[in-house]
């Protein structure tokens, strides 16, 4: 038992990461998970569902944590077909973590065995775990969708990731989001300067399809002052259909038109009626909707 904990402590995976989730906020991170799964387009699923997989334990709910583990599993054979071993490095993991809290030791160690057998490189040092940017990305995901408080962590790990790859779309796409989220946390904070633009512009050269990273790299233009390259970048978003419920929730915050707000908040909040960032836009607004 003492030696199969040992093992796991070297993992890298959402139970090594160091996630700071306060318990009243488990509620709001569960929902914003489930609601990205759902309207979230993107290449970049297997991570969100390992996430999903954690929360489930933290509420006491293994064997739910079990399932989105194997769907983590499904979708990596999907999406990152030649790079499986890599990738499902974190997801075997949390499997080998997930058994042993179950007290199922001996399928704990069949998935650390898994991972040993990958990192077994002659390069490697380690023998349960890899430096590589792929991980470095998965860690990057988890601590973004943690929360404030994590997201200087998370422009760590995208940043490390892109040394090795600078024109991942991926690591870029994570570095961009890590950025503009950072910029809006760190706004009241004296001397800090805000950097996400660049990062921006740069995931959506990279993301041409993705009408999410466009709607934030023009809500960084029109904070800058830039209003009609951001209002262009609105529109492009608004007419692709890439997530179109996020494209809603973030334009009508920043959308020149009163009433073009109302319309695509009334939208976003029809589809995710539980999300927490719909109460962060102007409280008019939503008092206006609800009186619909």
Same mark, same amino acid.
């Given at each position: ?76 054979? /999907? ?34 065995? /898994? ?81 996400? @633009? ?18 934030? @790299?023009?809500? /960084? ?33 920043? /959308? ?12 976003? @909040? ?15 607004? @939503? ?6």
């Amino acid at each position: 038992n003492h030696q199969v904990k040992d093992s796991l402590e070297q993992l890298r995976c959402h139970f090594t990461w160091e996630l700071f989730i306060e318990d009243d906020e488990m509620p709001d991170l569960e929902n914003r998970v489930l609601d990205q799964i759902e309207f979230l387009d993107t290449k970049y699923n297997v991570g969100i569902h390992n996430l999903l997989a954690y929360v489930k334990h933290l509420k006491g709910q293994n064997e739910a944590a079990l399932k989105s583990l194997k769907e983590a599993e499904d979708l990596m054979q /999907k999406e990152h077909a030649n790079q499986a071993s890599v990738r499902s490095l974190v997801t075997w993991s949390n499997f080998a973590w997930v058994y042993y809290h179950m007290g199922r030791l001996a399928e704990a160690q069949a998935y650390l065995d /898994k991972v040993e057998n990958i990192c077994k490189k002659p390069s490697n040092p380690f023998r349960y775990r890899m430096e590589c940017p792929e991980i470095d990305c998965e860690e990057g995901w988890a601590l973004l969708k943690c929360g404030g408080k994590n997201y200087e962590r998370a422009k760590a790990c995208f940043e490390k990731a892109l040394e090795g790859d600078h024109e991942n779309p991926e690591f870029s796409t994570g570095y961009a989001i890590s950025a503009y989220r950072l910029d809006g946390f760190k706004l009241a904070t004296k001397g800090y300067r805000q950097f996400s @633009l660049l990062p921006l512009r740069q995931a959506v050269s990279l993301n041409p399809d993705n009408g999410y990273l466009k709607v934030l @790299l023009a809500l /960084k233009l029109q904070d800058n002052g830039q209003e009609a390259e951001g209002e262009k970048y609105v529109e492009e978003a608004l007419a692709n259909m890439s997530s179109q419920t996020y494209v809603f929730r973030y334009a009508a915050k920043r /959308k020149n038109s009163w009433n073009k707000a109302l319309e695509l908040l009334k939208k976003a @909040l029809e589809v995710t009626p539980t999300s927490s960032f719909l109460y962060c836009v102007p409280s008019i607004v @939503l008092n206006t909707l609800y009186a619909l």
